[in-house]
């Protein structure tokens, strides 16, 4: 069994500014609306109460955390306003200071924001007539792919690493 | 020539374990004026103040400097001893070196050891100034004034008749018996509630110590422990209360429908009712806000009561009627009220109809409630097949209020109990639970009897509660001892809201210059050893307005309160802490200053004749005022001191504690 290794809890604890968003009761009700839960497996209140323990690394080089949809829910309904959204940003952040492989989904997501601007691509939907439109037919305007200099921000932010 | 006794208490190891004593007292020896210093394990036990007496008598010691711990533990302690040896007991000086040096300073005993001495060498030099004071006795009044007429505030005034007290209950509400008349059955024993409380409202109305009065508020209150004056105003029924035999005619005879607040909103009521069907006084009032006569103001309007009502008891022309009482005690009993849960927005309370409180299940459950104890959901009125209790819904909660509730694990347990022995086996039953509380007294054993009735305890708390479009609910949560995400269908939610501080209290703190705790809920004088008074002199509190409170512990604390005003009003007399503002008129400008910052209500502002001139002074009312110091800190000429706390007194520990400083710097007044 992995042992907790506290010098990287410290880590994670700097990086959320306050002991706050460690705060867990376990009342779970984080996990009972994850929305990464039904398909990803993603447990909000495991990484809270893991990262409280000290078992930061295996979760660092972890593909779960890279499972959240950031849909904000477990932050707005927390009874103890800890925020699990916030620690698994915090563990993402320190995923990628040690240079550990990001999933290539989640890889996938980030080209189609720097193509697109969108994370996912504009789908066809089916109205109440049971005809299949995309959003010509619906009348709404047309999504412009985003200027150079966007592109060229969030490259060199990539590249930038946290000193 | 003055001599002082320095004593330094090892209060155990509290003290002793940290700094050392037995150094300290040697130091003590040497500070002029200090003719004996000890150390002893215990000073405030037997042996140490017969020792502080001893030398009282044997080296004639006319100053008392007791190291010791917090002056609000003991300070009462060692007066007594001073006084009981011949010394004026307000001679002593607490240095507090307990929970000032000890404690905090635990880790560093040679600089805890040096504050130590420094602050007995403070306290060495404000001994020397203090003077004697005596204590004034006040003639009280024999009644007692109990503000809310909940199972507090009925046990309270019982307890206070019994033992030959006058009381005046007054409640708001046109009845007594306040949130427990609304329950059905009570935890741990499933006596009911009606069955028990009812006797006891009887009891409350028939004593010929109680005068009850039901409608009716506290508007304002003057004076001090032992004779405070109050108003209370009566506020009318419309409806005579000699002549009203409570026979209901009159309600059925009413064609306007109002929403039942005994019910919760869950039924409907008549303009002119009765609060509920065990109400005491039972006596019909008229709601002005919806009766139709009153409403349009025109007396040819409706008016089928007065043809109804065979008593002639209907008064259209009653005015609220302002009484004076004059009590020695106050028992503030206002009760607390249920938490909200519209605002917790993702369980849906308030948008779903079956999503319901647990004091609307209370109702709904009670066979003199809206559907005569039958447990239907409140969409369609049909049984549910399946119930879900959510526990820990806006307390425990950093959004709403942070602390536990103490009744709602409970209240789940007893109504999921009650839904089982109600609906039978068939229905699913669900406990929603993070930690569940079993403290009380046979609680573990109530909770193991909810276990052994198939009711499903899931540790989890779901995230948010969805309606199908016929009305019924589902939820996910997560069960931890599984590691399952249940996918539940519930056809009835009841949330277990928590308790909150009412309006009433803000009321109270207003009227009676009580203090709240950070809850919201009315402070008491010490959390464990005053647990049953206010810190303004007089003002008790009992049940739920000094923190969220189950029955037993409200009727406990009822029963305290009440024998505590027995202790203040038995004797016919009290005496008076001396320690309070005293005012030099000579300085006093008359700028008011004191009198707007007074929390007590203490200082009178007079006018008096000076060279012919009319000059406003300012005059402190003694036996109201508590010595807190407010004005003399605010004072700008300087004209108000506290006794025992002058500037010269304080002072002098000042330059004691600031030793070189003194000796540069100049003199002070």
């Given at each position: 069994?992995?042992?907790?290794?506290?010098?990287?809890?410290?880590?994670?604890?700097?990086?959320?500014?306050?002991?706050?968003?460690?705060?867990?009761?376990?009342?779970?009700?984080?996990?009972?609306?994850?929305?990464?839960?039904?398909?990803?497996?993603?447990?909000?209140?495991?990484?809270?109460?893991?990262?409280?323990?000290?078992?930061?690394?295996?979760?660092?080089?972890?593909?779960?955390?890279?499972?959240?949809?950031?849909?904000?829910?477990?932050?707005?309904?927390?009874?103890?306003?800890?925020?699990?959204?916030?620690?698994?940003?915090?563990?993402?952040?320190?995923?990628?200071?040690?240079?550990?492989?990001?999933?290539?989904?989640?890889?996938?997501?980030?080209?189609?924001?720097?193509?697109?601007?969108?994370?996912?691509?504009?789908?066809?939907?089916?109205?109440?007539?049971?005809?299949?439109?995309?959003?010509?037919?619906?009348?709404?305007?047309?999504?412009?792919?985003?200027?150079?200099?966007?592109?060229?921000?969030?490259?060199?932010?990539?590249?930038?690493?946290?000193? | 020539?003055?001599?002082?006794?320095?004593?330094?208490?090892?209060?155990?190891?509290?003290?002793?374990?940290?700094?050392?004593?037995?150094?300290?007292?040697?130091?003590?020896?040497?500070?002029?004026?200090?003719?004996?210093?000890?150390?002893?394990?215990?000073?405030?036990?037997?042996?140490?103040?017969?020792?502080?007496?001893?030398?009282?008598?044997?080296?004639?010691?006319?100053?008392?400097?007791?190291?010791?711990?917090?002056?609000r533990?003991?300070?009462?302690?060692?007066?007594?001893?001073?006084?009981?040896?011949?010394?004026?007991?307000?001679?002593?000086?607490?240095?507090?070196?307990?929970?000032?040096?000890?404690?905090?300073?635990?880790?560093?005993?040679?600089?805890?050891?040096?504050?130590?001495?420094?602050?007995?060498?403070?306290?060495?030099?404000?001994?020397?100034?203090?003077?004697?004071l005596?204590r004034q006795s006040v003639s009280v009044e024999?009644?007692v004034l109990?503000i809310?007429?909940?199972?507090?505030?009925?046990?309270?005034?019982?307890?206070?008749?019994?033992?030959?007290?006058?009381?005046?209950?007054?409640?708001?509400?046109?009845?007594?018996?306040?949130?427990?008349?609304?329950?059905?059955?009570?935890?741990?024993?499933?006596?009911?509630?009606?069955?028990?409380?009812?006797?006891?409202?009887?009891?409350?109305?028939?004593?010929?110590?109680?005068?009850?009065?039901?409608?009716?508020?506290v508007t304002s209150v003057k004076g001090f422990v032992g004779n405070y004056e109050v108003t209370?105003?009566?506020?009318?029924?419309?409806?005579?209360?000699?002549?009203?035999?409570?026979?209901?005619?009159?309600?059925?005879?009413?064609?306007?429908?109002?929403?039942?607040?005994?019910?919760?909103?869950?039924?409907?009521?008549?303009?002119?009712?009765?609060?509920?069907?065990?109400?005491?006084?039972?006596?019909?009032?008229?709601?002005?806000?919806?009766?139709?006569?009153?409403?349009?103001?025109?007396?040819?309007?409706?008016?089928?009561?007065?043809?109804?009502?065979?008593?002639?008891?209907?008064?259209?022309?009653?005015?609220?009627?302002?009484?004076q009482l004059k009590v020695g005690g106050v028992i503030l009993?206002v009760?607390?009220?249920?938490?909200?849960?519209?605002?917790?927005?993702?369980?849906?309370?308030?948008?779903?109809?079956?999503?319901?409180?647990?004091?609307?299940?209370?109702?709904?459950?009670?066979?003199?409630?809206?559907?005569?104890?039958?447990?239907?959901?409140?969409?369609?009125?049909?049984?549910?097949?399946?119930?879900?209790?959510?526990?820990?819904?806006?307390?425990?909660?950093?959004?709403?209020?942070?602390?536990?509730?103490?009744?709602?694990?409970?209240?789940?347990?007893?109504?999921?109990?009650?839904?089982?022995?109600?609906?039978?086996?068939?229905?699913?039953?669900?406990?929603?639970?993070?930690?569940?509380?079993?403290?009380?007294?046979?609680?573990?054993?109530?909770?193991?009897?909810?276990?052994?009735?198939?009711?499903?305890?899931?540790?989890?708390?779901?995230?948010?509660?969805?309606?199908?479009?016929?009305?019924?609910?589902?939820?996910?949560?997560?069960?931890?001892?599984?590691?399952?995400?249940?996918?539940?269908?519930?056809?009835?939610?009841?949330?277990?809201?928590?308790?909150?501080?009412?309006?009433?209290i803000s009321k109270m703190k207003e009227l009676f210059h009580v203090l709240r705790s950070?809850?919201?809920?009315l402070l008491e004088a010490h959390?464990?050893?005053r647990?049953l008074e206010c810190s303004t002199a007089g003002i008790f509190l009992?049940?739920?307005c000094q923190?969220?409170?189950?029955?037993?512990?409200?009727?406990?604390?009822?029963?305290?309160?009440?024998?505590k005003v027995?202790?203040l009003l038995?004797?016919?007399e009290i005496e008076l802490e001396p320690l309070k503002a005293v005012v030099d008129k000579?300085?006093c400008?008359g700028c008011r200053i004191c009198e707007s910052l007074c929390p007590f209500v203490a200082v009178e502002i007079k006018?008096?004749?000076?060279?012919?001139?009319?000059?406003l002074k300012a005059e402190i009312i003694e036996v109201v005022c508590q010595g807190c110091g407010l004005c003399s800190a605010a004072c700008?000429?300087?004209a108000i001191k506290i006794e025992q706390y002058s500037?010269?007194?304080?002072?002098?520990?000042?330059?004691?504690?600031?030793?070189?400083?003194?000796?540069?710097?100049?003199?002070?007044?």
């Amino acid at each position: 069994m992995a042992k907790p290794n506290l010098e990287s809890r410290e880590k994670i604890l700097t990086r959320l500014c306050d002991r706050n968003l460690l705060n867990c009761y376990l009342c779970i009700k984080c996990t009972s609306g994850c929305t990464a839960l039904k398909l990803l497996e993603l447990k909000p209140h495991e990484i809270e109460k893991l990262v409280n323990l000290g078992f930061v690394d295996e979760l660092a080089s972890s593909d779960i955390i890279w499972t959240c949809a950031t849909c904000l829910k477990c932050f707005q309904r927390c009874p103890q306003k800890a925020s699990p959204y916030h620690v698994i940003i915090a563990l993402r952040n320190l995923a990628v200071e040690r240079e550990v492989k990001v999933p290539e989904a989640y890889m996938k997501a980030v080209s189609q924001i720097l193509e697109g601007g969108l994370a996912e691509q504009p789908q066809k939907v089916t109205n109440k007539k049971m005809e299949t439109c995309d959003r010509e037919g619906l009348k709404l305007p047309k999504i412009r792919p985003p200027k150079e200099s966007f592109q060229t921000v969030f490259l060199k932010a990539l590249e930038e690493k946290p000193s | 020539m003055t001599k002082v006794g320095v004593y330094v208490c090892h209060c155990g190891l509290n003290i002793a374990g940290v700094v050392d004593v037995e150094d300290i007292a040697n130091y003590a020896l040497t500070l002029p004026s200090v003719a004996v210093a000890r150390h002893y394990t215990y000073m405030c036990s037997e042996p140490g103040q017969r020792m502080i007496q001893n030398d009282i008598k044997a080296h004639k010691l006319d100053r008392i400097v007791i190291a010791t711990c917090s002056p609000r533990m003991h300070e009462e302690t060692f007066r007594k001893a001073v006084s009981e040896a011949g010394l004026n007991p307000y001679l002593v000086e607490i240095v507090n070196l307990r929970e000032q040096v000890s404690w905090p300073h635990s880790e560093e005993p040679q600089k805890a050891t040096e504050k130590a001495k420094a602050m007995v060498r403070m306290g060495v030099a404000r001994v020397k100034l203090l003077e004697p004071l005596e204590r004034q006795s006040v003639s009280v009044e024999k009644n007692v004034l109990v503000i809310g007429g909940g199972i507090a505030g009925i046990q309270a005034s019982l307890d206070l008749a019994n033992a030959g007290l006058k009381v005046y209950l007054v409640e708001k509400a046109p009845s007594i018996g306040g949130r427990m008349a609304q329950l059905d059955k009570t935890f741990p024993t499933l006596d009911c509630s009606a069955c028990i409380l009812t006797p006891k409202m009887v009891d409350v109305a028939k004593h010929p110590n109680i005068a009850l009065l039901t409608n009716s508020e506290v508007t304002s209150v003057k004076g001090f422990v032992g004779n405070y004056e109050v108003t209370i105003l009566r506020n009318p029924r419309f409806v005579d209360e000699a002549k009203c035999v409570g026979c209901e005619l009159c309600t059925q005879a009413c064609p306007v429908k109002v929403p039942d607040r005994f019910n919760e909103n869950l039924s409907q009521t008549c303009a002119i009712s009765i609060y509920s069907p065990h109400a005491v006084p039972k006596i019909a009032t008229i709601n002005p806000a919806y009766c139709l006569k009153m409403k349009t103001k025109n007396k040819t309007v409706c008016g089928k009561c007065v043809q109804a009502c065979e008593a002639k008891a209907i008064d259209f022309d009653q005015e609220p009627e302002a009484i004076q009482l004059k009590v020695g005690g106050v028992i503030l009993a206002v009760g607390s009220e249920v938490f909200d849960a519209s605002r917790v927005l993702e369980f849906g309370y308030g948008r779903f109809p079956n999503v319901i409180s647990n004091i609307e299940f209370e109702r709904i459950s009670d066979a003199s409630g809206p559907t005569g104890g039958k447990i239907l959901n409140p969409k369609d009125q049909k049984p549910p097949r399946s119930i879900a209790f959510v526990q820990c819904v806006g307390s425990r909660d950093k959004r709403f209020h942070e602390y536990c509730c103490r009744v709602g694990c409970m209240v789940s347990l007893k109504q999921a109990i009650l839904a089982r022995e109600k609906l039978g086996k068939k229905v699913d039953i669900y406990v929603c639970y993070n930690d569940l509380r079993a403290f009380g007294k046979g609680y573990e054993e109530f909770y193991r009897r909810a276990r052994d009735m198939d009711i499903n305890f899931v540790a989890g708390i779901p995230s948010d509660i969805r309606s199908t479009a016929d009305g019924s609910l589902y939820f996910d949560v997560f069960e931890s001892g599984t590691n399952k995400l249940l996918e539940l269908h519930a056809d009835l939610v009841v949330l277990a809201n928590g308790l909150v501080p009412s309006d009433g209290i803000s009321k109270m703190k207003e009227l009676f210059h009580v203090l709240r705790s950070r809850d919201g809920f009315l402070l008491e004088a010490h959390p464990k050893l005053r647990p049953l008074e206010c810190s303004t002199a007089g003002i008790f509190l009992a049940g739920a307005c000094q923190s969220p409170k189950d029955i037993p512990d409200t009727v406990a604390q009822a029963s305290g309160a009440a024998a505590k005003v027995i202790d203040l009003l038995s004797s016919g007399e009290i005496e008076l802490e001396p320690l309070k503002a005293v005012v030099d008129k000579d300085l006093c400008s008359g700028c008011r200053i004191c009198e707007s910052l007074c929390p007590f209500v203490a200082v009178e502002i007079k006018k008096e004749e000076k060279d012919g001139k009319e000059e406003l002074k300012a005059e402190i009312i003694e036996v109201v005022c508590q010595g807190c110091g407010l004005c003399s800190a605010a004072c700008p000429t300087g004209a108000i001191k506290i006794e025992q706390y002058s500037n010269k007194q304080v002072l002098a520990q000042v330059s004691e504690a600031f030793p070189a400083a003194a000796h540069k710097g100049g003199s002070h007044r």
